[in-house]
């Protein structure tokens, strides 16, 4: 099923997430070039905008990463990709693109950029972190690339969060299936990537439920979905929110980059301070300054009803709102709803308030949440000092010598 959706030939479910799938794949690349002969290439071309695990996966597989440019409107540099192709042509090993881009766009040169990449003995592969603004749509083995992972437990349904569990398969072309990882107890010149031969099989019944109900139309809808929610986001907020980056006809793929550092240069709110507020109407914030430091990353995926797209546009626009009342000097730049969220309902119901501004503001500031109100349990706090102050939480050394009938086993009823 997925070699039929993604356009490859061959597939490994072993890796558990989608950077050992990664992982996988460019240790794929590098045993079929050595089989070659060709195994002295070892470069890696990374586009500057691609997701983190991928400079690490090729660090981890031995290669030497060498970083491409993107244009002013967050595409990859394909003119620099040539460059830099030309130049480590004895030794490019592969290149590593995200199609759509982590900017949010679909890079229009992609056929390009595989075509220069194969002209100089370098295999393509595409990160599938993005497959929901695809599947259906377009299949990444046909445009020229070679490998690809997938996040099975975001493109094909398996819960997504919480540490796992996580499925990211491997899916190749034929010229490289001999190179995925080995069975246990196999042979192969790539070893296993994971524990187990099929990785997390127990969960792979949820993909294969999705991907059967769905049917073909099914999952092309859920891709049109996804696209269109991102765009109806970016619209609604243009006037309040520019989105940085845009395809060549305005529109974005699956996901919008808010652009908040002109706001924060005004009135001293950044993309933190927005994030902190969101939890004061419900929500957990978009992806935080990544990948463009300063902005806010919304990817409402195929998911979500409208209803609940127009609940996180209206509280992003009573969001802009405070922020003008910062800028006009109706709200104090430093004692103001953004800078002091979230509110608990402990310091809405105290004897004493102290700010600038009304409690209402603060907890109610839209009229829907009287109706429906998400209560955070723990107020600001400041994130750089705890990730610098590390301490244990566990029960210290003493207690457990003083009180050991505190770790005996419960007993069974």
């Known amino acids: 099923m997925l070699a039929e959706i993604t356009g490859y030939d061959a597939v490994s479910f072993q890796p558990n997430s989608g950077a050992q799938g990664e992982f996988a794949g460019l240790l794929a690349i590098r045993a079929y070039l050595a089989s070659k002969g060709e195994g002295h290439r070892d470069i890696c071309l990374i586009p500057e905008s691609a997701h983190?695990?991928?400079?690490?996966?090729?660090?981890?597989?031995?290669?030497?990463?060498?970083?491409?440019?993107?244009?002013?409107?967050?595409?990859?540099?394909v003119e620099d990709i040539r460059a830099k192709a030309e130049k480590y042509s004895d030794r490019l090993a592969a290149i590593m693109i995200t199609y759509p881009s982590t900017h949010g766009v679909f890079e229009e040169d992609v056929v390009e950029i595989c075509e220069i990449v194969h002209a100089h003995g370098g295999q393509v592969y595409t990160d599938g972190a993005n497959m929901n603004a695809l599947c259906g749509v377009a299949k990444p083995g046909k445009w020229g690339s070679d490998v690809s992972h997938l996040n099975l437990h975001k493109t094909f349904c398996i819960p997504h969060g919480g540490g796992g569990p996580g499925v990211g398969p491997c899916a190749v072309k034929s010229h490289l299936a001999p190179f995925l990882p080995r069975a246990f107890g196999g042979e192969g010149a790539v070893g296993m990537v994971s524990a187990a031969t099929h990785g997390s099989a127990s969960i792979l019944p949820i993909s294969w439920m999705y991907i059967t109900l769905m049917g073909a139309e099914g999952r092309r809808r859920a891709t049109q979905v996804a696209l269109r929610s991102a765009n109806y986001i970016a619209r609604r907020l243009e006037p309040h929110y520019p989105t940085l980056y845009t395809g060549r006809n305005g529109l974005v793929a699956h996901e919008c980059i808010l652009d908040l550092r002109p706001l924060k240069d005004a009135t001293g709110v950044g993309a933190e301070d927005v994030a902190k507020r969101l939890i004061d109407f419900g929500f957990h914030a978009p992806t935080l300054s990544f990948p463009v430091s300063g902005t806010l990353m919304v990817e409402p995926t195929e998911s979500e009803a409208l209803h609940e797209r127009d609940r996180v546009i209206d509280a992003m626009i009573q969001i802009r709102d405070e922020i003008r009342a910062i800028e006009d000097g109706r709200l104090d730049r430093e004692d103001n709803p953004l800078k002091n969220a979230p509110h608990t309902a402990a310091q809405a119901s105290a004897s004493e308030w102290t700010h600038a501004y009304?409690?209402?503001?603060?907890?109610?500031?839209?009229?829907?949440l009287r109706q429906q109100k998400y209560w955070p349990p723990v107020a600001r706090?400041?994130?750089v000092h705890g990730d610098k102050n590390v301490f244990c939480s566990c029960i210290p050394i003493g207690s457990a010598e003083d009180e050991p009938e505190a770790f005996s086993e419960p007993d069974v009823v």
């Open 52 to 77: 983190g695990t991928n400079p690490a996966s090729a660090q981890m597989c031995g290669m030497t990463v060498v970083v491409t440019r993107c244009d002013s409107s967050g595409n990859v540099d």
């Open 358 to 368: 009304p409690r209402e503001l603060a907890v109610f500031p839209l009229p829907s």
């Open 381 to 383: 706090v400041d994130n």
